[in-house]
């Protein structure tokens, strides 16, 4: 059987969870704790980053990497349109949609989570298991910084992150009102990366007072706005059509 191994909360691995269900694959999951991590992932594949697939010997090490796997493993259902001009334009959706909207999210989430130590131990220990947990707590004063000086995170980072992804959001809400899809009129790669990216702000299957104890309480206040927004409403829709 396939397994990836991931963060589960990491939107980098729910795309590539996303893409596998999309094709209809069976996977094992084995979750990983960030510092933790390297330990596993620089065994069996080049880097420490996930997500990584492993399929007996063969290893696939990033998440658009998957994608290309994925299509060249099941065909019948492609995420890569067929046609040259629309392959490239997903793609090239999918590129920016990584700089634009997923590390800059993640940056600017981080920057006010770590400094929370218990709603980052909430949101970093998701689904992990219960003997793994005393030992992350306990190194969280060292994994914290590690992270910071690993994403280069800091005040001016932060704010230039969240000035990027406003202007990227502002780029998706008048794409997606023009159009259902991003490149093409079918569901592909470009749509998947942007909606997966986006996914932590839709907490999908949280109530309101889960939603309030996950959050700090700036990303919190930004997501009331930002949920209304026609990209984030867009991300809605592809997760319950496509998902």
């Known amino acids: 059987m396939l397994e990836l191994y991931q963060f ?3 939107h980098y691995c729910e795309k590539a969870r996303w893409s596998l269900d999309y094709k209809g694959q069976s996977y094992r999951v084995v979750n ?6 390297a330990s596993v992932t620089r065994k069996i594949a080049p880097g420490s980053c996930v997500p990584i697939i492993r399929n007996g010997k063969e290893v696939v090490q990033d998440s658009a990497a998957i994608i290309d796997w994925l299509d060249a493993r099941v065909p019948e259902r492609l995420l890569t349109p ?4 629309l392959a490239e334009a997903a793609r090239e959706w999918e590129r920016w949609a990584g700089k634009e909207l997923g590390d800059t999210l993640r940056l600017w989430f981080y920057h006010y989570t770590l400094a929370e ?6 949101f970093l220990l998701t689904d992990a298991s219960w003997f793994k947990k005393p030992l992350f707590r306990m190194a969280f004063s060292k994994v914290g910084p590690l992270m910071r000086r ?3 995170i800091d005040d001016a980072s932060a704010a230039e992150a969240f000035g990027r992804l406003q202007h990227g959001l502002d780029r998706l809400d008048a794409a997606v009102s023009a159009r259902p899809y991003l490149a093409g009129d079918a569901f592909s790669r470009a749509d998947l990366s942007a909606a ?3 996914s932590p702000m839709l907490a999908r299957g949280k109530s309101a007072a889960e939603v309030a104890a996950m959050f700090p309480a700036p990303v919190l206040r930004w997501r009331e706005e930002a949920v ?3 990209s984030l409403q867009w991300v809605a829709r592809l997760y319950q059509q496509h998902r």
């Open 32 to 37: 990983l704790l960030p510092g933790f991590h």
């Open 228 to 230: 209304q927004r026609p």
């Open 117 to 122: 130590r218990d709603k980052a131990l909430g």
């Open 150 to 152: 690993f994403m280069r």
């Open 8 to 10: 589960p909360f990491s």
């Open 82 to 85: 067929a046609e040259a001009t």
């Open 196 to 198: 997966a990216l986006l």
